[in-house]
């Protein structure tokens, strides 16, 4: 088996201050969460930016702002900004990111529920994401929350509408209203994916450890942190993205599986730096 790549989701754009005073916001609380991920042991940090209030936004000089300063600090880490922003902003918003230099974002790959609210990404949607990240030669993590999610990446791939293989997959299961963060689902997923693809698997609320202890027993990757669980154990806060990313080594320590540095990332990942 590979190392395992252990990404950090450290601040999403719905968690508040309110839910877990260790949310970060500004970039220095940002910049603090990143490094406290890197030094436990993510080779990958998912980056969305807030305004210093806590409103999310993917205004482009927040992310060089943001990227700027993490890559100060920890220059070796792999970063992915998100473009699926939060729930309700357009596409040309969300794309800001895709404007600056780097080597990979997430995109989302359908419309669904997210809560009480809908995550729209429509077709015409993800063919215009597909091509910026073509054309500014980014490397996209397929994000997918169902399971037709896959099966349209899947197809735009083959039709040259985003870019190909291989493919770097995160099933993020669990959120409500969307596919459930089961183990059988993971397995009919993971079947189903090319053969030279790469896949994480993040599980939302408190299917975050469990789904994880999974994929490091299958040969995938790992996502944690404040996005999808602001939790180290059950009613117990966690104080830092660190600590959550922790916890995944012991258990992958447990369970024989090395970890990843970031270039080791690179190479697994297929990307060229
Ligand atoms: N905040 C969610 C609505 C992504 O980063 O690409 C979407 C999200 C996905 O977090
Ligand atoms: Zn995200």
Redesign the pocket.
């Given at each position: 088996m590979e190392k395992l790549i252990i990404t950090a989701?450290i601040c999403?754009?719905e968690v508040t201050k309110e839910q877990n005073p260790a949310v970060p916001y500004t970039v220095e609380e940002i910049v603090r969460e990143a490094k406290s991920a890197y030094d436990a042991g993510a080779a990958i940090v998912?980056l969305?930016v807030r305004k210093d209030d806590g409103t999310p936004t993917q205004d482009k000089a927040r992310f060089k702002e943001c990227i700027d300063a993490i890559l100060k600090v920890i220059p070796d880490v792999i970063l992915i900004p998100?473009t699926?922003g939060a729930v309700g902003m357009t596409a040309a918003e969300r794309l800001q990111p895709t404007e600056l230099p780097i080597e990979m974002a997430?995109l989302d790959c359908g419309t669904c529920n997210f809560g009480d609210e809908v995550f729209e990404n429509t077709m015409p949607m993800m063919r215009d994401f597909g091509k910026r990240m073509m054309e500014n030669n980014i490397k996209p993590e397929y994000?997918c929350f169902e399971m037709g999610h896959l099966d349209t990446a899947l197809a735009m791939v083959k039709k040259g509408q985003m870019p190909g293989h291989p493919m770097q997959i995160n099933f993020v299961l669990g959120v409500p209203g969307c596919t459930a963060a089961t183990i059988p689902n993971l397995c009919w997923l993971v079947q189903n994916i090319p053969s030279d693809a790469t896949w994480t698997a993040t599980g939302v609320g408190r299917s975050e450890f469990p789904l994880a202890a999974a994929a490091i027993a299958m040969g995938g990757h790992v996502r944690v942190g404040f996005?999808d669980n602001l939790y180290i154990e059950k009613g117990v806060l966690a104080k830092s993205n660190g600590e959550s990313v922790a916890k995944v080594v012991r258990m992958a320590k447990e369970l024989g599986r090395e970890i990843a540095t970031p270039d080791e990332a690179r190479r697994i990942l297929g990307l060229k730096k």
């Amino acid at each position: 088996m590979e190392k395992l790549i252990i990404t950090a989701a450290i601040c999403g754009a719905e968690v508040t201050k309110e839910q877990n005073p260790a949310v970060p916001y500004t970039v220095e609380e940002i910049v603090r969460e990143a490094k406290s991920a890197y030094d436990a042991g993510a080779a990958i940090v998912h980056l969305h930016v807030r305004k210093d209030d806590g409103t999310p936004t993917q205004d482009k000089a927040r992310f060089k702002e943001c990227i700027d300063a993490i890559l100060k600090v920890i220059p070796d880490v792999i970063l992915i900004p998100s473009t699926g922003g939060a729930v309700g902003m357009t596409a040309a918003e969300r794309l800001q990111p895709t404007e600056l230099p780097i080597e990979m974002a997430t995109l989302d790959c359908g419309t669904c529920n997210f809560g009480d609210e809908v995550f729209e990404n429509t077709m015409p949607m993800m063919r215009d994401f597909g091509k910026r990240m073509m054309e500014n030669n980014i490397k996209p993590e397929y994000e997918c929350f169902e399971m037709g999610h896959l099966d349209t990446a899947l197809a735009m791939v083959k039709k040259g509408q985003m870019p190909g293989h291989p493919m770097q997959i995160n099933f993020v299961l669990g959120v409500p209203g969307c596919t459930a963060a089961t183990i059988p689902n993971l397995c009919w997923l993971v079947q189903n994916i090319p053969s030279d693809a790469t896949w994480t698997a993040t599980g939302v609320g408190r299917s975050e450890f469990p789904l994880a202890a999974a994929a490091i027993a299958m040969g995938g990757h790992v996502r944690v942190g404040f996005e999808d669980n602001l939790y180290i154990e059950k009613g117990v806060l966690a104080k830092s993205n660190g600590e959550s990313v922790a916890k995944v080594v012991r258990m992958a320590k447990e369970l024989g599986r090395e970890i990843a540095t970031p270039d080791e990332a690179r190479r697994i990942l297929g990307l060229k730096k």
